[in-house]
């Protein structure tokens, strides 16, 4: 089993759609849960952190759930300028169960809005 | 300016060859990584410092080494260069948040290596 896992898409929407990504991840002790995006050929860019009680950045929502070991992002009205690949990541302790700032890739959930 | 550079963006070389990817970052962080990225294969990590006396192996170190000169520069070497080794290839830095106590990454342009 992959340790970061997502949908890898594409996702084809039309601009104002909502939609919805899922991404899960197979250690439970994991401590840390980002969403980056990547254009293409671009370095990823931190999209938002992913907190236990959910969290907001204008038209994305991230929500985590620990029981679950799944995490989501939401876009409300989607944009044009959101077609990317969403990357869902994930800090994962190491060996010895402490976090070494080390980061783990779900390989991407492809986006295109179209007009 | 970009907080954290790359040297070359693009780069063509021929089988056997050495060749020398460097980074450098502005952004004070203790951390740097060295990831490479294939399609279908997402963010692999090569090798990761945490500060210039600490250097790791990540999960696919094999075929590359690292010198952390100091704690802005952070180099990867492909001592004898192969084709599969061909592949866009990412520095990033982190440092601990104050607010959420985790471990964001700021990545660099990228790489493009083209081994032949």
């Known amino acids: 089993r992959k340790e970061v896992e997502q949908d890898p898409g594409p996702f084809n929407v039309p601009e104002g759609a909502t939609v919805a990504f899922n991404c899960t991840y197979s250690?439970?002790?994991?401590?840390?849960f980002f969403w980056y995006r990547q254009d293409c050929r671009k370095e990823p860019k931190l999209l938002m952190s992913?907190?236990?009680s959910g969290n907001e950045d204008g038209r994305f929502t991230a929500q985590l759930n620990r029981a679950s070991q799944y995490i989501s992002l939401l876009i409300r009205d989607s944009k044009l300028s959101d077609s990317a690949t969403y990357l869902c990541v994930v800090n994962l302790p190491n060996a010895g169960g402490t976090s070494y700032g080390k980061l783990t890739f779900g390989q991407g959930t492809i986006l295109t809005v179209h007009p | 300016d970009a907080d954290v550079t790359q040297t070359p963006r693009n780069r063509i070389t021929k089988t056997g060859k050495r060749i020398m990817l460097e980074c450098s970052q502005t952004?004070?962080?203790?951390?740097m990584y060295w990831y490479r990225q294939d399609p279908g294969l997402g963010l692999r990590l090569i090798y990761y410092s945490f500060d210039v006396k600490d250097i790791n192996k990540g999960e696919i170190s094999d075929g590359y080494s690292v010198s952390r000169q100091a704690q802005a520069k952070f180099s990867l070497s492909l001592e004898s260069a192969i084709p599969n080794q061909t592949a866009l290839y990412f520095c990033?830095?982190?440092?601990?948040?104050?607010?959420?106590?985790?471990?964001?990454?700021?990545f660099g342009p990228g790489t493009r290596l083209t081994v032949t």
């Open positions: 952004k004070g962080h203790d951390r």
């Open positions: 990033a830095t982190s440092d601990r948040t104050r607010t959420s106590g985790s471990y964001e990454q700021y």
């Open positions: 992913v907190y236990s």
């Open positions: 250690n439970s002790a994991s401590q840390s």
